[in-house]
């Protein structure tokens, strides 16, 4: 009789203990599978969050700056006083070449009128990229002057260039050879007595020792002695 007492007892521990393991492998695998949802949660309300600030709509369409665009307004204006050459120097080019530039590039520029707003023209596309290139101006800059916003011009003057990239590339032919460069080389230097030069960005100052009895023949407007290099 004790010695089934004591069997019955250890075949109770025994089930006991496996029991308790049992239910310590499921309380385990259900703190993993509930760290594992929580971690999937955050994960999704992380993105949700991101991507509603992707998508963030608008407050508005345009600010009322930029309701009433004035690139072209500002074209006219100049245009009409064209004798002082204003207009050249906004645009690097006069009236009649622009208006040939952009009969060339207006197709590729132009966008289609939506019922929401009125686009900018082609027109103002190319003025506020040719003033861009002649200036380099920033994008903050020239919306003031334009009534375009920086956003739309961080558009456009990529999609400009571009444009005049594709439809011009036949008249601009660079040297593609070391000896096509060394012949621009050669005529730079017979031009300008100036070796080992291929041109002159926008013009350059090289500063030189004015000779005796130069006077102010070589004197500039930033008080030394210079000879203005072009080409």
Known sequence: MIFSANLQRSTDSALQTQTNIAVDKCSMASRNENYTILVMSAAVLVMADVNKKKRRQRRWWRTNLFKKRSGTGILMDLKSQEISGQYKNFTRMTPTDFENLLQRIGAHISKQETYFRTPISAQDRLAVTLRFLATGDSYTSLQYLFRISKQSIGRVVPQVCAALIKELQGYIKLP????????????????????????????????????????????????????????
């Open 176 to 231: 593609n050879t070391p000896t096509a460069w060394k012949q621009v080389s050669k005529i730079f230097e017979t031009r300008w007595n100036l070796p080992h030069c291929v041109g002159a960005l926008d013009g350059k100052h090289v500063v030189l020792q004015a000779s005796v009895k130069s006077g102010t023949e070589f004197f500039n407007y930033k008080s030394n002695f210079s000879a203005f290099r072009t080409g």
